[in-house]
């Protein structure tokens, strides 16, 4: 019975889950640090709105 | 926003020097570029074109400072939406290769979901120098099972094979809540997977279970307490399992031990854990496993298991005085035929294989085998290097190109190399017999 109230909770909790991109996946759950020390959980980045992400080579 | 490669202290010239607004984010150990699947490599920035794209940006005006972080990661650029669509993607392929802007412009203002191309796959050049060198140091079983084999072997590896989406699929591995197990368990729900984390400890697989969901963002883990040495938790667990479908069952609970132990129904404990258990919940799941689309079983091996030969009445009763490193030898042999036979047997309607994941830094090795630990150390592979061929052989498409195989870094491997280890037809025959008979009454099929 656990599992299938598990399993139910599950199914709800799991739609947004069920519809993120590969890329989503891949990269929101990463948190990276800005220039002044504080964290970005990246998936934040676009939460409200698009977000361009231009990871270059180096700095400088 | 902008994710570079080096420190804040750089990171704050950078934006000084350029006047850049906006989020500026440093990742100086590269994981978003791993997981954004970015190139790198030396041939990549030493491109022919490496000159006429430095000229073409002095002529523009740009004027290159003191750099910081890896030389060789080229960068990309990325579009993403509220929800998570991908709208726009774009990897460099060589140094100042850059994309138009304008089509970054009309991926924002014409916001269709793109289709996300496959990662790219190394050089050949790469490849074939993972395959050779790979080669190379397989006679010599040290550099092969530590460290090395992996990082020479991973040249090769196609970064695609795991690009897979496994959302419609649940996964159940034994032995999860640490090392291998846990590195596999996480693959899995990072891919999508729903994955049922089959532990003996409640705390440590509730720990292993917020490890992972901290870490993919998943909802979809779930624990389930089991003994695997005690056929009596693993039929009831196999209860719990019974209202859901089951795409996908690892084998990978383990034990060494140091000293003769028997378990509630009087087994060898060695034997129990890596031979009755993991055959009851498999004949337990069968159904289910052919019912799915896709079903496969994967047993976790050892090298170990080159040392012997399959001795079947030595896995009932180990000789004495007991020896714990030859009866985990001993049943890991067991365990490679024993899949080959549940392969013969599921042929046609799920995929079986087998596999062993090198020398590698997990806690079982560290407490089992400290004197091996205190010597490999800095040669050991970390679990997730240890854990990769289990991973690539649940999710990928190659991993159900064939059944009943062995393997070691995604290639498929002998499992003998002495002629003494090799078991007749009659040996393969009574190890059935033997999984057969010690669970009377526990199977009807």
């Known amino acids: 019975m656990g599992l299938l109230v598990m399993q139910a909770c599950d199914t709800v909790a799991s739609g947004y889950h069920n519809n993120m991109s590969w890329m989503e996946r891949r990269l929101g759950p990463i948190s990276l640090l800005d220039d002044s020390g504080e964290p970005h959980r990246l998936d934040s980045l676009w939460e409200t709105r698009p977000a361009v992400l231009l990871f270059v080579r180096h700095f400088g | ?445």
């Not at chain 2, 669509?85 to 994309?99: F, K």
């Not at chain 2, 970064?159 to 032995?175: E, M, N, Y």
């Not at chain 2, 992972?212 to 003994?227: L, P, W």
């Not at chain 2, 020896?323 to 392969?343: C, F, H, N, P, S």
Request: one cysteine or more.
């Open chain 2, 1 to 445: 926003m902008i994710i570079g490669n080096g420190s804040a202290a750089f990171a704050q010239t950078f934006r000084e020097d350029l006047d850049v607004p906006g989020t500026i984010l440093i990742d100086p150990d590269l994981l978003s570029y791993r997981a954004a699947g970015l190139r790198r490599g030396r041939a990549e920035i030493l491109s022919p074109r490496l000159f006429t794209n430095a000229a073409r940006a002095l002529q523009s005006g740009y004027r290159q400072n003191s750099v910081e972080g890896d030389p060789w990661q080229l960068g990309g650029i990325f579009v993403m939406r509220p929800g998570g669509d991908l709208l726009y993607q774009y990897r460099s392929r060589e140094a100042g290769d850059h994309p138009d802007p304008a089509n970054i412009l009309a991926a924002l203002e014409n916001p269709e979901p793109v289709a996300e191309e496959s990662l790219p796959d190394p050089p050949a050049v790469q490849r074939l120098a993972g395959w050779a060198l790979g080669a190379a140091v397989d006679p010599t079983i040290l550099f092969s099972f530590d460290r090395t084999g992996f990082l020479l072997r991973s040249l090769a590896f196609s970064p695609a094979d795991l690009a897979v989406d496994l959302q419609s699929r649940h996964c159940v591995i034994t032995g999860a809540n640490s090392g291998i197990g846990l590195e596999t368990a996480m693959g899995l729900a990072d891919l999508g997977a729903r994955v049922s984390l089959l532990c003996r400890n409640p705390e440590r697989a509730a720990a292993a279970k917020a490890e992972i969901e901290e870490a993919t963002g998943s909802r979809r883990v779930e624990t389930v307490q089991v003994d695997m040495s005690d056929l009596d938790s693993v039929e009831r667990a196999a209860d719990l399992l019974a209202a859901d479908p089951v795409d996908m069952l690892i084998h990978n609970a383990g034990v060494l031990a140091d000293r003769l132990e028997k378990t509630a129904q009087d087994l060898e404990l060695a034997f129990a854990t890596h031979i009755a258990g993991p055959h009851l919940l498999t004949r337990r799941l069968e159904t289910k496993l052919c019912d799915s689309s896709d079903g496969r079983v994967l047993w976790v091996s050892s090298g170990g298991m080159y040392t012997t030969r399959l001795d079947n009445e030595r896995l009932l009763s180990p000789a004495e005085p007991y020896d714990g490193v030859m009866a985990y030898a001993q049943t890991k042999r067991a365990q490679v035929i024993l899949a080959e036979l549940w392969a013969e047997r599921l042929q046609g309607k799920a995929t079986v294989h087998s596999m062993h994941p090198g020398w590698a830094d997990t806690p079982a090795v560290r407490s089992s085998l400290p004197l091996f630990y205190r010597i490999m150390g800095p040669l050991l592979r970390s679990p997730a290097e240890g854990a990769d061929t289990l991973l690539w052989l649940a999710a990928s498409e190659a991993g159900r190109k064939s059944s009943g195989k062995f393997y070691l870094d995604r290639i498929e491997r002998r499992t003998h190399l002495l002629p003494l280890t090799r078991e007749t037809a009659q040996d393969r025959h009574r190890l059935w017999e033997i999984c057969e008979d010690v669970l009377p009454g526990r199977d009807s099929m």
